[in-house]
């Protein structure tokens, strides 16, 4: 796999990025671009690269970055609102369609938990999409966070927030916590963080303005599903104790284009997510195998 770093601009803030393209892929002809996202706190060094690995073996194009406010990216570490990362990938839809070598027909979005939501929004009436991919993702931000902490701990956290945004509203700062305060873990997802996201460069995890825990409140990307038509393959572990496979049944549910649910059996959220797991080979096959029919349709439609 080439690795081709890149930077590209989004509201003013310089982003770190990577095209990843086959060996010997010589980039004179236009061909389909698959952007992949991470979901919370992840990097492009880290799952984004790790489905490049595989999809560039089987001939296609990779993209991906990081969010402002992470790794070499510009931005204030810590303030993370997710309408700036629908923002931050809306902007790399645009930033790739200027290179010669993209189809700017053909780019697909596949989103990583966090980054599930975030690729469906940014997908919203952006020119090029012919399709999406959200993995293990959730899709209504007060139901992911009641799914961990139940009634009487969303009541609590929600003061908390509000006394947050009132400290906000008066001095201009809002309060920080530790990201997994703010954004629970299962025991299995925790294990993963310790053992593999820990041990990557410029990997953060320290303290996040309470913003962010607002925006996720608010955050609801499957309202937009009924008004989507891009075809989209949803995949979910049938185990997954961090988002609820209830995330995936709701999205698939509602949405309005042509819909996939593909069941990841035997699997959690991230502990299978090495390269040379076989749930992982047989995800990234069945995806690529299902994104190829994709391609081919399009082609035959032209």
Request: proline residues 4%; contains cysteine.
């Amino acid at each position: 796999m080439r690795t081709e770093p890149v930077r590209m601009v989004s509201d003013g803030l310089a982003l770190c990025g990577a095209f990843f393209r086959p060996d010997g892929d010589d980039g004179k002809d236009k061909k389909p671009l698959i952007i992949v996202m991470s979901g919370f706190t992840g990097l492009y060094t880290i799952h984004p690269s790790r489905f490049a690995r595989f999809l560039t073996k089987r001939g296609h194009r990779c993209f991906s970055f990081d969010y402002r406010g992470f790794a070499n990216s510009e931005g204030a570490r810590g303030d993370l609102i997710l309408e700036d990362q629908v923002r931050d990938v809306r902007n790399a839809i645009s930033f790739v369609r200027t290179f010669p070598f993209v189809d700017h027909d053909k780019i697909v979005l596949v989103g990583w938990a966090m980054g599930a939501g975030v690729v469906l929004k940014a997908a919203y009436r952006s020119l090029g999409i012919a399709a999406l991919c959200a993995l293990n993702g959730f899709f209504d931000g007060y139901r992911f966070l009641h799914f961990h902490r139940g009634d009487h701990g969303m009541d609590s956290f929600e003061m908390r927030v509000e006394r947050a945004r009132q400290v906000a509203a008066t001095t201009g700062t809002w309060l920080r916590a530790e990201a997994f305060d703010i954004y629970p873990l299962d025991p299995g997802s925790s294990t993963y963080v310790d053992k593999h996201l820990r041990t990557y460069e410029n990997y953060f995890e320290h303290d996040f303005s309470l913003a962010f825990a607002d925006s996720l409140l608010s955050w609801k990307p499957e309202a937009i599903a009924p008004f989507m038509s891009v075809p989209i393959w949803i995949a979910h572990g049938e185990n997954n104790q961090l988002h609820s496979p209830e995330e995936s049944k709701s999205l698939y549910s509602l949405y309005g284009g042509e819909k996939q649910l593909y069941w990841i059996r035997n699997a959690g959220h991230t502990e299978w997510l090495l390269d040379e797991n076989p749930i992982f080979q047989k995800l990234a096959s069945d995806m690529e195998t299902w994104l190829s029919s994709i391609f081919a349709g399009a082609e035959m439609t032209i």
